[in-house]
């Protein structure tokens, strides 16, 4: 059984909307387990996340997606508590080679969203582990999902608080993508596949 | 009287001897008035910054400067609360066309610095601000001064909590570049000075 | 009177559209002089950028507007050729304290262009130039221009080669940005206006 | 046999030297084969990358690791040229799922060659690729690499043309990584291991 756990921060819901479409295809892979951890705030204390039982189960997953909505530029300080509180598991590594991926939305197209991909790419290769992208190709391939063209991890443009449906058909995909990746089977012809 | 601000977060107090060392550069530049402003864990509630009047102050600000220490590969949560908080401000784009700049330290000589500072650049992008760079170039001139080679901004390394005496120099570099920026004598010939 | 230049690789015209938007922009603004420097072959040997006499004449600007075409996540390789050129200038940091701005298009809504300008801002610090962000906030301030929530500089979208013409319009606003700053009847109020 | 390609391009002979690092990590590891595809100046037209047989024999490696310097804060544009070229490929996505890493140098200990790294992560991610990031923590764990503390891929300091040990280290470290990721073997505890 390989385990995936969707760590992420929603304030509105969008996120966790995101968060389950990629629980739901990674749950398309047989042998796969999802946990999601939302991230609450019960668990900060004076900007600081303290639930450490959180990390210890996330220690568990073979891969963990992060996910978290783009505020001012960057992941949400709700989101970047839970990373700084990694640091204790980064100095041994303990996250090495595990499979990481990200997600987020935003109000508009092109809204800097890429930088908060660009900063849990970070938080991943700090913690040694191997960042896996949106093999989509915007108008040429997998035509019914990456719309916006971002394929570093999954962005979705969410307005009034409804998230366009290829968005979701997005984030199903990478869930789906990640636990194949995860599944013995289909990690032999893992270079070679379609 | 031209204001700056300097709105920063410091566990340890490394990052607030850098702040001091940009206000003391600053103070070197007449008619320029600093003003610190430390983050602390009373202004955090539940993860999110709450102290507005801050933010009211920064407005008043001709300059702001951004400091954090680099946790995880990017700006401490605490300093991330403080930006979040400003999106009411970025709404009508209050602090647009004001100067911006910043500084991190961190424990290794290139442990993803960079990517705090280019979080900060687009903290600052987003309020329509104009970025600062440091003009030193590594080897070249200014010798004395930023000798890690980071153009983005003041990058300092630390090590058991003591700052190296150069990273102070190109922190009180900085404060005196930006106070001279703004005020208007030196900004006639600012684009042709050295 | 105040120079503006604009050096920039077009293979199709569509970046070459969007650098006469911005100069036309830039032209509504009284003591403006732009000039375009277009990126051509003819200048590149060996995959190296060897018109040296541009540089020279965009060391005689008080801004300079860089602009690319996102080819795979980045500047096309022919603008990167020149931003290598330029290397001679920045051991002198001749470049120091001009403005600087950008702009990019691309075939999709958030295909890596963000990444594109993010290097365009290196480019700027490496010089010690100051970053004019865009001062829009997507749905709430200058409506008529951003429609993808960029403000890191220019994004536009292009499909068939043609251009939207919001995006042409937020090009056109920044070139009378720039021209409005460096102009110095509006430098003065610069931190204070609207 | 696994295959993994290393492609960069190198001025000096710095970069060759950590390419060569690298190969004579991952030969450590039975049941590969490396391959060096040095990018040269008989490869670049108008700038442009024209030897599309080294994009097909890329396409055959189980990964591919990129190498340039950090010219101006990014890579050189004779790297770009090549990572331009393959945008025929992306329309596919022929190199999806492939693994990838980078390595860089610079003659700053803090120099943008984080830049550098950012780009070689979001061409890979445009490849769909999985990016291998150095599982080092700087301080903590393998303190006989990674002295400067970039988990992003490689980053080297040269100065004079001489490569620092630890640097090279680090090279052949990552070398040794992937092609220990490539391999069944060690594959199935992958996600385990220490």
């Known amino acids: ?7 992420y921060f929603s304030a509105t819901g969008t996120t966790k909307a995101l968060a389950k479409a ?3 295809g990674a749950n398309e892979i047989e042998n796969t387990q999802v946990r999601l951890f939302p991230i609450g705030k019960e668990q900060l204390v004076d900007g600081r996340f303290v639930d ?3 990390l210890s189960k996330l220690g568990e997953c073979d891969a963990i997606v992060f996910g978290s909505p783009t505020y001012m530029g960057g992941v949400a300080s709700q989101f970047k ?3 700084d509180a ?6 041994e590594q303990l996250w090495a080679n595990k499979l990481a991926a990200g997600f987020t939305c935003g109000s508009a197209l092109n809204g800097d969203q890429s930088s ?4 849990m790419i970070t938080l991943a290769c700090q913690h040694g582990m191997l960042w896996v ?3 989509a190709a915007h108008g040429y391939t997998k035509k019914n999902i990456n719309r916006l063209g971002s394929q570093l991890g999954v962005v979705a443009q969410t307005t009034s608080e409804s998230l366009h449906e290829i968005d ?4 199903h995909y990478l869930g789906k993508r990640i636990a194949g990746l995860l599944n013995e089977k289909t990690r032999v012809p893992l270079l070679h596949d379609e």
């Open 168 to 171: 979701l058909a997005t984030a």
């Open 52 to 54: 450490l039982a959180v």
């Open 81 to 83: 508590a839970f990373a």
């Open 133 to 135: 992208s949106v093999d």
């Open 22 to 24: 990629i629980e739901e």
């Open 116 to 119: 908060t991909l660009y900063y």
């Open 1 to 7: 059984m390989k385990k995936l756990g969707i760590v």
């Open 86 to 91: 990694t640091s204790e598991l980064w100095c």
